[in-house]
């Protein structure tokens, strides 16, 4: 059991940080998510 640790998850709305974030909180961390819900919306080209 991890007491009193607490971290950080960037990323943590998208797929792997919400994971993350969960599996964390259940093994008894104190979570702090940070995420920016920025998407890539440039396209690449490609010749």
């Known amino acids: ?24 909180v259940r093994r008894g961390y104190h979570v702090t998510i940070l995420d920016a819900f920025l998407q890539e919306t440039e396209k690449i080209s490609l010749l």
């Open 1 to 24: 059991m991890a007491k009193n640790k607490k971290v950080v998850v960037t990323g943590g709305a998208g797929f792997i940080g919400s994971h993350l974030a969960y599996e964390l």
